[in-house]
């Protein structure tokens, strides 16, 4: 694994922290605003939704009616399922784009960073849907490369704008 390639994620790890503390999982995987949300969903839930009666109950130590906690309880777990589930996903792609870059072979054009960018199946079948050809386009130099432009994150993997210093996405330093 490289300095600069995002570290896989524990997905018992992030359901565990999102059992023991709402939105605590989606944290550890970077997703601050699905964090936020959950929260404020766990939160809204027990302030909304409990009863107040069944809150104190809890708080005392006193077992209350399952019924009264129930709404509670299924957000809480499908907060936890999701980040399961994202972790899961994430780490996932975050294969699928390493054994991609690895198996290249032949020639690769590089960006200033040096770093490889993906080209796209939609970027390569560029004028072919709508029947244009080569002469109608203009010379090559006239034509914008969408490759150029984007780089792939070091620490999220997403496409971002070349032209930034920062990935819009997760707002990490593109300088690696």
């Known amino acids: 694994m490289s300095d600069h390639e995002p570290s896989r994620r524990r997905p018992w790890l992030a359901a565990a922290l999102a059992l023991l503390v709402s939105g ?3 944290a550890y995987l970077r997703r601050w605003a699905r964090a936020f949300g959950w929260y404020v969903l766990v939160t809204a839930t027990l302030v909304f939704v409990v009863p107040d009666a069944a809150v104190d109950r809890v708080v ?3 077992p209350p009616p399952i019924g009264d906690i129930a709404p509670a309880l299924v957000v809480v777990a499908a907060s936890v399922v999701d980040a399961y589930v994202l972790a899961v996903r994430d780490n996932r792609t975050r294969e699928r784009r390493s054994s ?8 690769s054009r590089s960006d200033d960073r040096g770093e490889t960018p993906r080209i796209e199946a939609a970027t ?3 004028g072919t849907e709508t029947g244009e050809t080569d002469a109608e386009r203009g010379p090559p130099e006239a034509v914008s490369d969408p490759v150029e ?5 070091p620490h999220c993997g997403r496409d971002t704008d070349a032209t930034l210093d920062f990935c819009q996405w997760c707002a990490e330093s593109l300088d690696a």
């Open 24 to 26: 605590l999982g989606h």
């Open 60 to 62: 005392a130590g006193d």
């Open 100 to 107: 991609s870059t690895g198996a290249e072979e032949g020639p």
């Open 124 to 126: 390569v079948a560029e």
């Open 149 to 153: 432009d984007e780089v792939s994150c």
